[in-house]
């Protein structure tokens, strides 16, 4: 998983503390966010896109063997 | 006032009541098992370390005390805690039952409280330091 996290943030001039207050989360989080390491959940990733006024699929991008669905029998 | 500095000052007060208390004990006299003073001095230690830690994570920039990811490590720890005794509580009894190392029931009631905050400490920190959990 790659993330636009830094990119955004930094085209709407918030700092890490800035996103972490608006999205109710600790400052810790949004390092290991930015960095691609941790796997938010629904709602987490929802309000980081929404707080950089984008959307989740473009705010979290995935490789397609990520994305790869299963064959069902 | 954030929520983290909030804590941090009910450990320092607890930390406080509970020395307060330990002290009152031999000063008034009051005949109560010397075991008593001695958890009054452990509440107060471990509370007033509690606090120490709360605000060197304050001084680091942290103001939240727990959000998604605490809340996940801390399920995590939980359980790898349960597990961690579960084992150990295993070990102690094939000990009792081949006779390996006489256990009381005071060994083994303060090892186990003792073993179980120390597995979910160790087992927070280590998953703390985890990307992802």
Do not use: C
């Amino acid at each position: 998983m790659r993330t636009k996290i830094k990119e955004l943030r930094a085209r709407h001039g918030l700092t890490q503390d800035d996103l972490a207050q608006m999205v109710g989360v600790r400052r810790e989080t949004i390092v290991f966010l930015e960095k691609g390491a941790y796997n938010p959940s629904l709602l987490l990733a929802t309000k980081v896109a929404k707080a950089l006024k984008s959307n989740v699929e473009e705010v979290f991008e995935f490789d397609k063997d990520e994305l790869k669905l299963e064959k069902i029998q | 006032m954030d929520d983290l500095k909030k804590r941090a000052m009910w450990a320092f007060r607890i930390a406080l009541f509970a020395l307060g208390i330990g002290i009152a004990i031999p000063v008034f006299k009051i005949s109560v098992d010397p075991a008593v003073t001695g958890t009054f001095y452990s509440i107060a230690s471990a509370t007033f370390a509690i606090g120490v830690l709360m605000y060197w994570k304050i001084k680091k920039g942290d103001k939240l005390v727990r959000d998604e990811r605490v809340n996940r490590v801390a399920q995590k720890a939980s359980s790898w805690s349960w597990f961690l005794s579960y084992v150990l509580i295993t070990i102690l009894f094939w000990v009792q039952y081949l006779k390996l190392y006489p256990l009381t029931v005071e060994f083994v009631l303060g090892l186990m409280f003792y073993f179980m905050v120390f597995s979910y400490v160790i087992s927070q920190w280590y998953l703390n330091r985890q990307p992802n959990v």
